[in-house]
């Protein structure tokens, strides 16, 4: 197991400004996602040998009192021996040392948002270990559920050159439409994780999915490749929030997507990515966050870089979270969050960040301690939408970033005119779009 880092580290954020989808993980584990298959035909017969083996496994145990397994049986066991090699494969794909796949051992009762029949998956578990296939490494409270990795035959057959994430494909039936509520803060103010809230259709859930599964049908008939190799499929998420579980149910909050390879990809690795085998165009609305905030107050922004903030003119990353900070917010911030106050120079404390930023920005002083952040990544969200739409209408692949898309380079043109009208017809009011330049070191 990789050494626990201190317990600021320990809270893993989702990238992006804002503070929600807060996942508790002291360790790298990858969470287990049961809508991942194994579709590919090395894949498939990959999993198809482990079945196999897991059935004899079950005949071993049962011995004298081996009756031939129901179908609706074998087919759940079928259905979770795909799911847990592809995401084995993924695991390994991207393996660091003492990295394990995180499973949910325990039955709950089923929402929205599980995948049927996984309630026998730790009698498959189970099955595969006494088969060699993996070794199980117990959960350890508050810090990491049961963790799997493959072993032996099943691991060099997943490593092996010829077996692609391209083999991964997604089972029908997942919930794209994701709401979440606050759950309050922990022992030390930070906030806890996020918890999932089962909702009832309506005539908006259905109009928002419908966008949703519209994106994404169109992305699935294009090339997205990194490497000149394609990728495991994915399909896009939009994620609303509640600020707490008793309130009512509602979908204007948040809304960004999430759900696909790219959105968390470093900006060094992005010029190995083509779509339909052509370079991409990185293109980003230009201090989006504090323009919607402007467009809130009904105030021009100042001309220039709306980020660059005097004496912090080299911590813009650091400068960008603060603010989102200073946003996210419900009362005064007396306390720099650990990112945001390791990323600037020493000496910078809360009050004195909260004082260049008003002096920077004086009209979004009501703002700060409104906790407005949610509100104004539902505005940047619905922009995104609607931009992907409309270029998915065209013809043109788009791939989303939080603030931003990823087109064809011969697509540039059309995708930043497109940005632009959407952002002015959705927010009523300007936003430039510029294409980011090429990293040449990691993020």
């Known amino acids: 197991m990789l050494p626990l880092s201190s317990r600021a580290k320990a809270l893993l954020r989702a990238k992006g400004d804002g ?3 807060v996942a508790p993980l002291t360790t790298p584990d990858i969470l ?10 090395k894949l498939s017969s990959i999993a198809a040998e482990v079945m196999q083996a897991v059935l004899e496994a079950h005949s071993k145990e049962a011995g004298s009192r081996v009756r031939q397994p129901k179908a609706e049986v074998l087919e759940r066991t079928a259905m979770i021996v795909s799911s847990i090699i592809a995401n084995l494969k993924l695991l390994h794909a991207n393996h660091r040392w003492g990295q394990y796949l995180a499973l949910p051992m325990k039955h709950t009762a089923l929402t929205r948002y599980d995948r049927p029949g996984f309630g026998i998956m730790p009698k498959v578990v189970e099955a595969m270990e006494s088969a060699g296939l993996i070794m199980k490494h117990p959960p350890v409270t508050h810090v990491r559920r049961t963790g799997i990795e493959a072993t032996g035959w099943l691991r060099a057959s997943l490593m092996a050159p010829e077996v692609h994430a391209a083999n991964i494909g997604r089972a029908e039936g997942e919930e794209v439409i994701r709401l979440s509520a606050r759950a309050g803060r922990d022992q030390y103010g930070n906030r806890l994780p996020s918890t999932l809230v089962d909702y009832r259709d309506t005539e908006e859930t259905i109009r928002l999915r419908g966008e949703m599964d519209e994106i994404n049908a169109f992305l699935a008939t294009q090339r997205i490749e990194v490497n000149g190799e394609r990728q495991a499929a994915h399909k896009l998420t939009r994620r609303f929030l509640l600020r707490s579980p008793s309130d009512p149910r509602a979908f204007n909050l948040h809304g960004r997507l999430y759900g696909a390879f790219w959105i968390s990809m470093p900006k060094v690795q992005r010029d190995s990515l083509t779509i339909n085998g052509e370079p991409i165009a990185d293109l980003d609305y230009a201090s989006m966050f504090p ?3 402007y467009a809130r107050v009904g105030t021009e922004p100042p001309a220039g870089d709306l980020y660059a903030i005097p004496g912090l003119e080299d911590h813009r990353t650091a400068v960008k979270a603060g603010l989102s900070a200073l946003l996210s917010t419900e009362t005064e911030m007396i306390r720099l969050p650990h990112e945001v106050k390791e990323a600037l120079p020493a000496g910078w404390t809360a009050s004195r960040f909260r004082d260049a930023i008003a002096k920077k920005h004086p009209a979004l002083v009501p703002l700060v301690g409104r906790d407005i952040a949610m509100d104004l990544m539902f505005t940047e969200s619905c922009i995104l ?9 065209m013809g043109i692949a788009a791939l989303p970033m ?11 043109e059309a995708g930043m005119r497109v940005m632009v009208e959407v952002a002015a017809n959705r927010a009523a009011t300007i936003i430039p779009v510029v294409r980011k330049i090429a990293a040449t070191t990691s993020d």
């Open 19 to 21: 503070d929600e989808f």
């Open 291 to 293: 323009r919607l905030a």
């Open 402 to 412: 939080h603030d931003g898309v990823m087109v064809q380079s011969s697509n540039e």
């Open 32 to 41: 287990f996602d049961p809508w991942a298959t194994s579709s590919g035909p």
């Open 385 to 393: 939408v609607a931009v992907l739409l409309r270029l998915a209408r």
